[in-house]
């Protein structure tokens, strides 16, 4: 295919993936508005005063930038591992397996998909956040450039899951018994220095509270852990996860037998 | 010399289970024909077809398309092929429109041609009132034409319909007959799988025959046809008949009080047969095939080449 039958393939997935998403906003956009608003009134409103000081900030300043990070990982992994899995459910996959699409445009579709799924998201809650505490960016380059990230690393792994995945089950598995886990242990709640010396350790082990802090570093200023280092991380997870996929779409058994 | 439409040398199959779907097909399609893959369930048809556009990874073989080698530019190949698979495979929440419209970007398609494409296929189709509904809504035989729209939207050199008018109706199957009649007329490629074997003999030029993996029969559906060494056919009568019509040389039964069956070999002539019934003053008001002289010889073929395959696993 040439460079312009490349680009209009690349939208149509885009928009197809966008106009997925926004069709059905009371199940992807409302939801996750609804259900971090929720958060904000109990642990920011009402227990947050309670709680007192974090970090040198009030627990719901505290708090935002982590559910912010929150419903981006969420929303950009469902997007992808759903809407993928859905067209291997329908065989509709084999519109596109047929067609002369690179699988490399096909990838980066469904990965912007999620990552305006994500950021849409991300938005909502950062909107809503404003009618609960004034929002500070200190660092706007590192802000945006994490959680842009962020969605990409989500969006691939989503799209890996929805791969493997044979059911429904499947893909609500790695959701509900990894990624929520590992989000909740993320440092969202809370900083990591008020765990004892062996559990931060242990929580170092994972990935996420790398992207929440060094979003909250964007925003607040402040991080437990090395800004630097969860770049290089995260990056490095995404050319990984981005070259397994590229894999998975050319050979995948799953997909084409 | 012209380029062979589709082009398949020693293709071999096997799927992880250890089955071998394919064991070495070889296949010619002329560009122009009208051609026919037949076979039992479970003989290689949607293999072999899934091979060609790539939903399944061969295990060996050569695949040419146009003379392309799709294991040296598969995507360029795919540019030449319009599948119709057997089974749905759409988006059930999307637009009818949509979903053509949405194929046509994935060749590549400007939005305007895409549009335009998109309202020519579905207005050719009978699809164009649906063009709004979601793709659930529609009926089957709606489904199948929806799927042909899809595949013919980048106007494809070479058109592959895997059973096209399984569970479809009669009128409907006819108008799908007209309209590949037509597209095939405009120089398309066409070939079909089918279970229907009066589409193949009424629609192809050509006819391939493949059982358990292997072609085992190649040729022109006339000459197909030719082989067929005996026929039955039916004589329905003016007059109420009591028995079977006596005619020397020729075997048969009575069906009923006005129409009995008459079995032809291949060196007969119905002249004889009418001849003789004249003389006894029977009046024939119609005659008919027994069954679809296809359908006998595929049988017959299928039949003959199980045996042949049970022998051989006897000898071994």
Avoid at chain 1, 124 to 138: G, K, P, Y
Avoid at chain 1, 188 to 199: A, K, Q
Avoid at chain 1, 226 to 244: D, H, K, R
Avoid at chain 2, 170 to 177: F, K
């Amino acid at each position: 295919m040439s460079f312009q039958e490349q680009r209009i393939a690349f939208t149509t997935i885009v928009v197809k993936e966008v106009r997925r998403f926004t069709r059905i906003w009371l199940q992807t956009l409302l939801p996750p508005a609804i259900t971090i608003a929720l958060y904000f009134v109990i642990f920011g409103t009402l227990i947050g005063p309670r709680i007192g000081e974090m970090s040198g900030f009030s627990y719901i300043e505290f708090v935002v930038p982590g559910l912010i990070m929150m419903s981006v990982i969420t929303n950009s992994y469902s997007n992808v591992v759903s809407s993928f899995y859905g067209t291997k459910f329908q065989r509709s996959v084999e519109e596109l397996l047929v067609s002369p699409v690179p699988n490399y445009i096909i990838l980066t579709g469904y990965v912007v998909g999620g990552v305006a799924r994500g950021l849409a998201v991300g938005l909502i809650v950062t909107c809503l956040s404003l009618f609960f505490t004034d929002l500070q960016v200190s660092h706007v380059v590192i802000t945006v450039a994490i959680v842009f990230l962020t969605a990409v690393l989500f969006s691939l792994a989503g799209f890996i899951n929805a791969v493997y995945a044979n059911s429904f089950d499947d893909i609500s598995i790695v959701p509900t018994f990894v990624l929520t886990p590992l989000t909740y242990l993320g440092g969202v709640f809370y900083s990591i220095s008020m765990l004892p010396e062996f559990w931060q350790g242990v929580s170092q082990a994972n990935p996420i509270l790398y992207m929440v802090n060094t979003f909250r570093y964007g925003l607040l200023g402040v991080s437990d852990i090395n800004v630097a280092w969860a770049f290089t991380m995260v990056i490095g997870f995404c050319i990984l996860l981005y070259s397994y996929s590229l894999y998975l779409l050319g050979h995948a058994k799953k997909l084409r037998n | 010399m012209t380029t062979a439409a589709l082009s398949i040398r020693n293709l071999h199959k096997q799927y992880d289970n250890g089955f071998k779907a394919l064991k070495g097909v070889d296949l010619e399609v002329q560009p122009g024909d009208f051609f026919a893959l037949l076979g039992p369930n479970g003989a290689g048809k949607s293999t072999t077809i899934s091979v060609i556009c790539s939903l399944v990874q061969k295990t060996s073989g050569d695949v040419r398309i146009f003379d392309i080698d799709i294991d040296q530019n598969f995507s360029l190949a795919k540019r030449e092929i319009g599948v119709v698979p057997q089974e749905f495979n759409f988006n059930q929440f999307e637009k009818v429109f949509d979903i053509v419209r949405t194929q046509a970007g994935y060749f590549g398609l400007p939005a305007s041609l895409a549009e335009e494409r998109t309202e020519k296929y579905l207005k050719q189709l009978g699809l164009w009132d649906k063009r709004d509904q979601a793709s659930r809504m529609l009926s089957g035989g709606m489904k199948r034409r929806l799927m042909i729209a899809r595949a013919l939207v980048h106007e494809p050199k070479l058109l592959i319909l895997d059973e096209p008018t399984a569970g479809v109706d009669i009128e409907l199957r006819r108008s799908m007959w007209q309209f590949l009649k037509e597209i095939n007329a405009r120089g398309t490629t066409i070939i079909l799988t089918t279970h229907y074997l009066e589409e193949a003999e009424s629609l192809c030029r050509n006819v391939a025959i493949i059982d358990r993996g292997k072609i085992v029969q190649n040729t022109s559906t006339r000459e197909l046809l030719r082989k067929l060494s005996r026929e039955v056919f039916i004589f329905d009568t003016k007059e109420e008949i009591d028995d079977l019509p006596s005619i020397a040389g020729y075997s048969g039964q009575l069906i009923d009080s006005h129409s009995f069956e008459v079995e032809v070999e291949k060196n007969q002539s119905l002249n004889e047969i009418f001849t003789t019934l004249t003389e006894q003053n029977i009046h024939v008001v119609s005659m008919r095939n027994k069954a679809n002289r296809l359908e006998e010889l595929f049988v017959s073929m299928v039949e003959s080449h199980g045996n042949e395959s049970v022998g051989e696993k006897g000898k071994s």
